[in-house]
């Protein structure tokens, strides 16, 4: 079988490394010669450069990439093609979908397992891991997976894992900018939504066409609410079935009113499947942080809190519960300026000191301008290493708390890895 992976973004690499993994033949492009292609596990390749370096085509084992062009040719010889969420809606798309070549529609074994999606701006990853330990505490066979950006090996994965694999559940993070798609490409049948807020604002453009979005995500199908979500009142119509949850009330190793909500929709969920709740509340109570998420240190006097906060009511969140002396924040891409917003929030709490250090990209810059300009009086520090924030986190070791999160999963779990071998955990 091959296929056709068109755009080179975080779901088209994953769906490159996925295919490949499942021994399927790949044709992968991008228009953008300089696209980024770290995370793509590319075997040994030939690169040819071709109209001084305006095209790239490599060549390697089952796989050609090209960069800069598309080759029609080759697409039209491939049995399925895999897009880019963000082209969903398109001409190309709604064309590939008249002719039934998307990789969702020929590889379809997925579309008849029972499907859970979970989504919403933030504790999607965490809910997920939360209802994958209870399901499979109660000897159901899942499989998890779906936003590449949420650290999973992304859509493409699940559906071809499901078509080889024996499940009963699959269960779906869906990120809030690709509801379209995923909607297309799964049958849901129970969707949970975490919570609505400010992110991803350069797709959305505002929170009532985010909301809109969520509209036609929820048409036809049982959802799970908390019971104080701020609902868009076509929500309630468009589902089939509105079930509310609320915070979650036993024991759980995690901290933050927003993890007793997330537990609170694994809960939910888990009870409308009929698992026993003397397994939910085991499986929750030995429930761990996941990789990158908030998690808790202690370092002599000082507890440090580590996580992904990379938009202003995940980090409000947090802030909102806790006296912190420092806050260190990854910076965002120069593309994502609407996530400095979290500079914002730091502010009106108003910590002794913020460190600022590159956690997508070096927007060092950015973030100085906008504290100056939001009249920031406490004292700005920017680093460019771990080695640095750790030497920072020692200094501080003698003050109450210390929060380190922003922008940059991968930059965040390293700083978690080096935090860890210096601390007690909590």
């Not at 933030?122 to 330990?133: A, F, I, Y």
Request: charged fraction near 25%.
């Amino acid at each position: 079988m091959k296929a056709a992976v068109i755009g080179l973004g975080v779901e088209g690499k994953k769906a490159v490394n996925s295919l490949l993994k499942h021994g399927w033949e790949v044709y992968a492009t991008d228009l953008n010669i300089n696209v980024d292609l770290d995370g793509l596990d590319l075997p040994m390749l030939s690169m040819n450069m071709i109209d001084d370096k305006q095209t790239v085509s490599i060549v390697g084992d089952n796989i050609t990439v090209d960069l800069g062009f598309t080759n029609s040719y080759a697409i039209e010889e491939c049995d399925a093609i895999a897009i880019s969420p963000s082209m969903f809606g398109g001409a190309f798309a709604n064309r590939l979908l008249e002719t039934g070549e998307l990789l969702s529609d020929v590889v379809t074994k997925h579309k008849a397992l029972f499907t859970i999606g979970i989504t919403g701006t933030n504790g999607k990853t965490t809910t997920v891991h939360m209802l994958k330990s209870i399901l499979e505490k109660a000897g159901r066979r899942v499989l998890v997976g779906g936003n590449g950006g949420g650290g999973f090996s992304g859509y493409y994965d699940l559906i071809l894992e499901a078509n080889e694999g024996d499940y009963d559940i699959l269960l779906v993070e869906v990120c809030d900018m690709t509801l379209d798609f995923a909607n297309y490409c799964f049958d849901f049948d129970m969707i949970g939504l975490t919570n609505i807020g400010n992110d991803h604002m350069d797709v959305h453009k505002t929170i009532a066409n985010y909301k809109n979005s969520l509209v036609r995500f929820f048409t036809d199908k049982t959802i799970f609410t908390a019971f104080n979500q701020d609902f868009n009142t076509d929500f309630k119509e468009s589902a089939s079935r509105t079930i509310p949850y609320f915070e979650y009330q036993d024991d759980l190793k995690l901290v933050g009113k927003f993890n007793l909500l997330n537990a609170g929709l694994a809960t939910a969920i888990s009870t409308e499947l009929k698992i026993p709740k003397d397994i939910i509340r085991q499986a929750l109570a030995d429930f761990h942080a996941v990789e990158g998420r908030l998690d808790v240190y202690k370092i002599n006097d000082v507890e440090v809190y580590v996580g992904k906060t990379d938009n202003s009511d995940a980090l409000a969140s947090i802030l909102a519960e806790k006296d912190f002396y420092a806050l260190f924040l990854g910076t965002p891409r120069q593309h994502e300026q609407h996530r400095l917003d979290i500079l914002d929030v730091a502010v009106k709490y108003n910590p002794e000191v913020i460190v600022l250090f590159p956690g997508l990209d070096d927007t060092l810059d950015l973030a100085i301008y906008r504290l100056n300009f939001l009249g920031y009086m406490g004292n700005i520090i920017t680093v460019n290493t771990l080695d640095q924030i750790i030497e920072l986190v020692a200094e501080y070791s003698h003050e109450d708390a210390i929060f380190i999160g922003g922008n940059g999963q991968d930059t965040i779990i390293k700083i978690q890895e080096r935090i860890k071998l210096i601390s007690e955990k909590l």
